[in-house]
């Protein structure tokens, strides 16, 4: 194909956002038509762009793209004809795959998924609000907020007046209104199938807007992901310092996959 270039395949892939793989062929052994350093993306629905080898191939690594991204760590995998399918002793943690094509070649390859950094929506034009979109951003976490809300230096996009953010499961919200508009952040927060909704607010507090969201009809499920207060309990006085408390606890959430509601049952007030 003339003129084409995997890597600026691959950065548009990223401009674009959606998840996507990338896969590597580390090495070959006997006949293969793809060779070591071939590299080629997978979308999420499946399309490979660029070359990596036969059907048998590219069967194996839309599978495994699959998983990767399912499970959002790299695979190895390894096509090799049935019979060379054994014991691979210290080679075990290498996934496996048969391969039918009579060239009896065998290819290895390393497949790594890329999804966009997680959003982290905040509502609240307090100064809590604002040092959490400043330690968000440096973070590498898209960051959204409210319409006039003040960002310092951090590049944010902007909640649309009237309209809930388009947020996914992976996707964390920081109620920081701090008694302004209170309700109408957490109407609007728990609307969104965000996993983790946290709120700077006392349990008292808390425990109070949640009996009057359940007598508005909220459902119950939704409000079990609401942890309050919002962080994890270094001591922090400070906007900064309880906003780096609050990002701690993303990151928690983030790196351990751990439950809203396990991480609300165990995290200490502030």
């Known amino acids: 194909m003339a003129g084409f270039d995997i890597f600026e395949e691959i950065e548009?892939?990223?401009?674009?956002?959606?998840?996507?793989c990338v896969a590597t062929v580390i090495r070959t052994a006997d006949a293969t038509s793809a060779k070591a350093g071939a590299k080629a993306?997978?979308?999420?629905?499946?399309?490979?762009?660029?070359?990596?080898?036969?059907?048998?191939?590219?069967?194996?690594?839309r599978a495994a793209s699959t998983e990767a991204l399912s499970a959002?760590?790299?695979?190895?995998?390894?096509?090799?004809?049935?019979?060379?399918?054994?014991?691979?002793?210290?080679?075990?943690?290498?996934q496996l795959f048969k391969s039918g094509c009579p060239s009896g070649g065998t290819v290895d390859l390393l497949i790594e998924p890329w999804r966009a950094a997680p959003w982290l929506m905040i509502y609240g034009a307090t100064p809590i609000a604002r040092a959490l979109a400043e330690h968000g951003a440096l973070m590498g976490f898209r960051v959204m907020m409210e319409p006039g809300a003040e960002a310092g230096q951090a590049e944010v996009a902007r909640l649309a007046e009237g309209h809930p953010p388009t947020l996914a499961p992976r996707d964390f919200v920081v109620i920081a209104s701090q008694g302004?508009?209170?309700?109408?952040?957490?109407?609007?927060?728990l609307?969104?199938?965000a996993g983790r909704v946290t709120m700077v607010a006392s349990c008292r507090k808390a425990e109070v807007l949640r009996e009057k969201?359940?007598?508005?009809?909220?459902?119950?499920?939704?409000?079990?992901?609401?942890?309050?207060?919002?962080?994890l309990n270094i001591g922090a006085v400070e906007p900064y310092e309880i906003a780096?408390?609050?990002?701690?606890?993303i990151v928690a959430w983030k790196n351990a996959g751990a439950t809203p509601e396990r991480q609300r049952q165990d995290a200490a007030p502030r």
Do not use: W, Y
């Open 191 to 193: 609307a969104t199938p």
């Open 72 to 94: 959002g760590a790299p695979r190895l995998i390894s096509v090799r004809p049935s019979e060379k399918v054994v014991n691979l002793g210290r080679e075990a943690e290498i």
């Open 41 to 61: 993306a997978v979308t999420g629905a499946g399309e490979i762009v660029g070359h990596l080898g036969g059907a048998c191939v590219q069967r194996a690594v």
């Open 12 to 20: 548009r892939l990223r401009q674009a956002g959606a998840p996507f």
């Open 180 to 189: 302004k508009g209170d309700m109408a952040a957490l109407h609007s927060a």
């Open 244 to 249: 780096l408390s609050i990002l701690a606890e």
């Open 213 to 231: 969201l359940a007598a508005q009809g909220v459902d119950a499920a939704r409000l079990a992901v609401l942890k309050s207060p919002a962080g």
